[in-house]
């Protein structure tokens, strides 16, 4: 009977710890961060708002990155495709500096998009011909204005200069990024 009591008292506990898990790749990555700053503060070689910043660049482009890809798969538009091989082949490069920057700072990062970004692409991914076109477009205008203001706003909380220079090489990439959907966005509406 002691033993059917104790398995249970370690099912309830399996069960609970298993709905305290981060719920998705970024989430993961923040709370190792966290845990790393809690159990010794020197851990992480940056401060908490570089360390941020890099687990969200890094997670915005990844969802980029994969967008990108199915961009040029599904686009009929051929601007729309141009534009998703180049999102592909600028966010590939930006994310390994991510990594290096990361890495160098023993800060980790998301191995996927966030949970938020894989249903927003899905959604546009159920698309077809000219409204996949619009979609994708929308959404590359709307992420990239978001990756701006989080590039902008790190530029001014970010204590370590090596990120901060990131930030600043990057960000007329991510500019022009922006034109660049914006034009393309009113070619296909």
Partial sequence: MKQVIMLLWVAIFFLLSCNNEAKDSVEKADSSNEAKMEADPKTLETDAATSEFLVKAAD????????????????????????????????????????????????????????????????????????????????????????????????????????????TTTLPTLKMHLDSAKAIRKMVK
């Fill in 60 to 167: 915005g482009g990844l969802a980029e990155v994969d967008a990108g890809k199915m961009g040029e798969a599904k686009a009929t538009h051929a601007a729309v495709k141009r534009f998703a091989a180049m999102m592909v082949h600028d966010h590939t490069g930006a994310n390994e500096k991510v990594k290096s920057l990361s890495a160098a700072r023993n800060v980790t990062l998301p191995s996927t998009p966030s949970e938020e970004h894989k249903q927003k692409a899905a959604s546009t991914g159920e698309k077809t011909g000219n409204d996949f076109d619009k979609a994708y477009m929308d959404m590359m205008v709307d992420d990239h204005q978001k990756t701006i203001d989080l590039f902008e706003k790190a530029s001014g909380d970010s204590k370590d200069e090596e990120v901060k220079t990131f930030i």
